[in-house]
């Protein structure tokens, strides 16, 4: 398996830009969730879906952050108007979930996101 | 809701070695704890993960205790290489939507 894919690998935009970052997630698992990786506080869990619909997004630290989940292999989250704050690495992961809880989550490399 | 304290934030041994990372976490509800490890530039890695009705589990040259009494569980390598170097992660897990919970992270460094 390729394991979970993250797109871009990196992206640099200016402030108030749109940013979408992408992921497709191991074939066959059924959640898939978005953190964001910064000095100051570590791995923050953003949002995350089972069977394609959010459970949680309490993580999600404004109305400028939204992600979706279209289909089992896809998922975008975009952050509109970007600020400097922002920047930050955000990796996707991955795990079976789906009607029984699965905890082993697989991570993707990562998209490293610098707003200027 | 679940909180994970991690500890110490960084470590530093002679190649050979044992290292030992500890973790405690505040809801006793938790059932599954996992550990990553995470090279620099890279996503992290699980390397091995305890459920609650398990008190240690070894997986070659590492392995990871838990005391649910005291709420708290350890990482220990033995023989550390170079190539262990990397920051390492605990998580915790207690509900059933499979959420983790990670602590702050412990830079380890090998020194060959």
């Known amino acids: 398996d390729a394991g979970v894919i993250q797109s871009p690998r990196h992206e640099v935009t200016e402030m108030g830009q749109e940013v979408t970052l992408r992921c497709k997630p191991i074939s066959g698992h059924n959640s898939l969730f978005w953190y964001r990786q910064t000095m100051m506080r570590g791995l923050e869990l953003l949002i995350y879906?089972?069977?394609?619909?959010?459970?949680?997004d309490s993580g999600m630290p404004e109305d400028r952050f939204s992600a979706k989940m279209p289909n089992a292999s896809f998922s975008t989250l975009k952050i509109q108007p970007s600020e400097p704050r922002d920047s930050a690495v955000y990796f996707c992961a991955s795990s079976l979930g789906g009607d029984r809880p699965s905890y082993e989550q697989y991570f993707g490399p990562g998209t490293r996101l610098t707003v200027t | 809701g679940e909180n994970v304290e991690q500890h110490p934030s960084t470590l530093s041994v002679q190649e050979g070695d044992s290292a030992v990372i500890k973790c405690t976490y505040s809801d006793s509800a938790s059932n599954y704890f996992p550990w990553y490890k995470q090279e620099l530039g890279k996503g992290p890695q699980l390397i091995i993960d305890i459920r609650s009705n398990v008190g240690e589990k070894k997986d070659q040259r590492i392995a990871v205790t838990l005391n649910k009494t005291a709420k708290h569980f350890s990482l220990h390598i033995t023989e550390t290489q170079p190539e262990d170097s990397a920051v390492y992660f605990c998580a915790a897990s207690g509900s059933n939507t499979g959420k983790l919970i990670f602590g702050q992270g412990t830079t380890l460094q090998v020194k060959p």
């Open positions: 879906f089972n069977n394609n619909v959010p459970i949680d």
